[in-house]
């Protein structure tokens, strides 16, 4: 059994005459009806013609996952997890056998497999499971009789004998787990958008798509809110060498390669814009700055859950006040608010500001690992739009900050110029 983080190298396949092996992914509006599930064979079949080894992983038809989870709720919003898995892990099963069943009448030799049939066994975290190993050795007999393997994306079997699901989105994972187990050469990942861009094409109608982009790179755009891969997919490609593709399942031509660095030759010094307008400022003004201040504020947000994103604190004049601002998610806004005011008295500060009205727009880049002067562009950039920026954070490949949420596209427009990502 393929145990996942054993060891990594997934692209120690070709070259000593083995097929190149490719696990293909497709989301929900690429089998989102029957017309979609054959054109989806037709293009498993395309591959298999060229005589390589091919696994399938589906998402369940677009909607339907919605519709089962909304039926759960209906029920009893506090419903059972376990039976919740067996309600929206059925959604995969038709796609699986209907994706299966196209590609028998298309001549190929195909053959479904179920989460508990492989086995792909997971943690018990109904709902948000984790996947712990994949038993790749059925597939290897079938690959050897020419067999395609239609596998259902998202579900898994827990140590409890039970269905278990992956957390929305979690196909993606499920179709970059079977590649590290299957050592296959790539994954491609085929969804509605042909790539990853070098920022919302929406806002910026000069953004590029990215021929290739690293895994940290592609972390940090997934957590910023660029929704094209589950995040969770990402650590485990990044983790196992999976060498990921992300292509469009409606048009024919090669989409963006999400990769080591090392395969990235001539590495721009910024890859992405991203922006996040799930952001909420919280200002807590004249707080003690003494030892363990820190400590006593975000110990109770981060017992109730909260998420703090941005952290500012300022130098105190006097050695005895300072202020703290920090962000959280806007769904988390009220509580955090409603946990400080609860707190004002042990915790000693004069006044809580607060302001949801802001987006935090950032910089992203592995190049920026090795350059100076990348964050002195995005403030420059950003002065000469009259554009105030209210919190600044960085990390190692990234560079974030916040300001008011009306300078949304402008801002993003205006880092687009600055760092010479817009199309020609
Ligand atoms: N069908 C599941 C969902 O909608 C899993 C997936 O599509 O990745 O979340
Ligand atoms: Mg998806």
Excluded at 206 to 214: G, P, S
Excluded at 350 to 366: A, F
Aim: with cysteine; net charge negative; glycine share 8%.
């Amino acid at each position: 059994m393929a145990q996942l983080g054993a060891q990594s190298g997934a692209q120690s396949r070709p070259g000593n005459g083995r097929k190149t092996r490719i696990v293909m992914k497709f989301g929900g509006t690429s089998v989102a009806n029957i017309e979609r599930i054959n054109a989806v064979a037709a293009r498993v079949k395309r591959e298999v013609d060229a005589g390589h080894e091919v696994a399938v992983v589906v998402s369940a038809m677009s909607g339907h996952t919605n519709q089962l989870v909304a039926w759960c709720s209906e029920i009893s919003p506090m419903h059972d997890a376990r039976e919740y898995d067996t309600v929206v892990a059925s959604g995969e099963q038709v796609t699986a056998g209907l994706t299966a069943i196209a590609l028998q009448t298309l001549g190929v030799n195909a053959r479904s497999w179920l989460g508990w049939q492989m086995p792909m066994l997971t943690n018990d975290a109904h709902g948000k499971a984790r996947i712990m190993s994949i038993d790749a050795e059925g597939f290897e007999k079938r690959f050897a009789q020419g067999q395609v393997a239609v596998v259902a994306g998202f579900q898994g079997i827990g140590p409890d004998n039970r269905i278990t699901t992956l957390g929305r989105g979690g196909s993606d994972t499920s179709a970059v787990a079977l590649a590290a187990a299957l050592k296959a050469d790539r994954c491609d990942i085929f969804t509605d958008v042909d790539g990853v861009y070098t920022t919302d094409p929406r806002i910026v109608a000069k953004a590029r798509k990215l021929d290739k982009v690293t895994y940290e790179e592609m972390l940090e755009m997934a957590s910023l809110g660029a929704k094209v891969l589950q995040i969770r997919s990402v650590e485990m490609a990044m983790k196992h060498g999976v060498r990921v593709q992300v292509l469009s399942s409606f048009e024919d031509k090669p989409g963006t390669l999400v990769v080591n660095e090392d395969e990235i030759m001539e590495q721009e010094l910024v890859s992405g814009i991203a922006y996040s307008r799930d952001e909420a400022k919280i200002t807590l003004v004249a707080v003690p700055d003494r030892p363990g201040v820190a400590a006593s504020i975000f110990g109770p947000l981060s017992d109730a859950n909260i998420n703090v994103d941005m952290i500012v604190q300022n130098v105190s004049e006097d050695g005895k006040n300072t202020d703290m601002t920090f962000t959280v998610s806007k769904g988390d806004f009220e509580r955090a608010k409603q946990v400080l005011t609860g707190k004002q008295n042990s915790l000693n500060f004069r006044t809580l500001i607060s302001d949801s009205n802001v987006v935090k727009v950032s910089v992203i880049g592995v190049g920026m690992r090795s350059h100076a002067g990348i964050a002195q562009r995005m403030f420059r950039a950003l002065a000469e739009k009259g554009i105030n920026i209210q919190v600044i954070s960085t990390s190692e490949i990234k560079i974030s900050v916040l300001v008011a949420e009306e300078y949304t596209e402008l801002a993003v427009r205006a880092l687009h110029t600055a760092y010479g990502l817009d199309a020609e």
